[in-house]
């Protein structure tokens, strides 16, 4: 019975893992931003030369133009266009309240 409860719970731990179960939350855009574009770019106001892509507060870009921006950046994975767009929405509300 003991070990039959210990298998249970592996694979109950392993369905988890997978998304078997548990919720479906997906990552915001300011966590999408931090994995997929801040190796490259910053939201500090500052200049950023160890950056190659630089800071992008600046820039104050449409949503429509950082949305554009963000689907065309090389990152090492796709992002999905909700992905994308959460990422733009992020960035252009971090802009917007910089002014």
Known sequence: MGSRLVLLAMIS???AGCGGSGSSRQPDGKALFAQSCSACHSLSGARSPGRQGGDLLGFHFSRTVMLQFASEMPVRR??????????????????RGAR
């Open 78 to 95: 796709r992002l999905s266009p909700a992905e994308l767009r959460r990422v733009a929405d992020y960035v252009v509300s971090v802009e």
């Open 13 to 15: 731990a392993g369905l």
